[in-house]
């Protein structure tokens, strides 16, 4: 069974500590994503690899980092966290073969 | 880049009533269109999808839409909702040129079901 894990359902942390979200995929998928999702907003894409030590920036990659050392897991990066990155973050996977975007059951951060 | 547009942030329906939940997008080559489904905290779940071939196409849970290239549409419907269908629903494109990587969301819709 596909499976996309991520490492804290929920989080809270202070303004200006480093914050590390943990996504593991167990499908062996190239490509990899981090969304951020805001009611009324939907998902907005963060950054996505489509190969190991590969990134691209999404539509809002200010204030985050990522890194893909392994082709199972995708980590982003808080390099100093404020109140507007309170939000709840999705990361998901996806093989070329199906084009079907797989996703993890998500991070609620706070930010106080 | 592409837009998604989700007609009605909210929509209620009653149990048993047809569920209709609209999705446009703007795209001058055929996209590949997608529905997904997010329960209170978790996820989200692909409901169905269309790559290419038959325009209606058929998912899980009874859900179903029509790809209709000349209103730029993929809406979804069910004949008879369930409680168990509250949810909110997110339409999503994918490109098949240049961007096919990327998948641009809608703002959702979130589906109330009356008893």
């Known amino acids: 069974d596909v499976k996309v894990t991520q490492s804290s359902r929920y989080l809270v942390k202070r303004t200006g500590e480093k914050v590390f979200l943990e996504c593991v995929q167990d499908?062996?998928?190239?490509?990899m994503f981090w969304y951020r999702q805001d009611p009324g907003l939907g998902l907005r894409l963060i950054y996505f690899s489509y190969d190991v030590k590969m990134k691209e920036k999404g539509d809002i990659p200010e204030g985050y980092s990522v890194s893909r050392e392994k082709k199972e897991r995708f980590s982003l990066i808080l390099e100093s966290a404020s109140t507007n990155q309170t939000s709840m973050y999705l990361c998901?996977?996806?093989?070329?073969?199906?084009?079907?975007?797989?996703f993890g059951p998500g991070t609620r951060l706070t930010v106080l | 880049a592409q837009s998604v547009t989700q007609l009605g942030s909210h929509v209620s329906v009653s149990e048993g009533a047809l569920v209709l939940l609209r999705c446009n997008y703007s795209?001058?080559?055929?996209?590949?269109l997608f529905w997904y489904v997010q329960y209170p905290n978790q996820g989200l779940q692909l409901l169905l999808k269309?790559?290419?071939?038959?325009?209606l196409v058929k998912g899980i849970n009874g859900f179903e839409a029509e790809f209709k290239k000349s209103e730029t549409s993929f809406h979804l419907t069910k004949p008879s909702a369930h409680m168990s269908d509250a949810a909110e629903y997110f339409c999503?494109?994918?490109?098949?040129?240049?961007?096919?990587?990327?998948?641009?969301f809608g703002s959702g819709t979130k589906l109330n079901v009356k008893p």
């Open positions: 795209s001058s080559v055929p996209p590949y």
């Open positions: 269309y790559t290419t071939g038959a325009t």
């Open positions: 499908m062996d998928h190239e490509n």
């Open positions: 998901a996977s996806r093989t070329y073969r199906d084009n079907e975007q797989f």
């Open positions: 999503a494109v994918s490109d098949s040129g240049a961007n096919f990587n990327k998948f641009y």
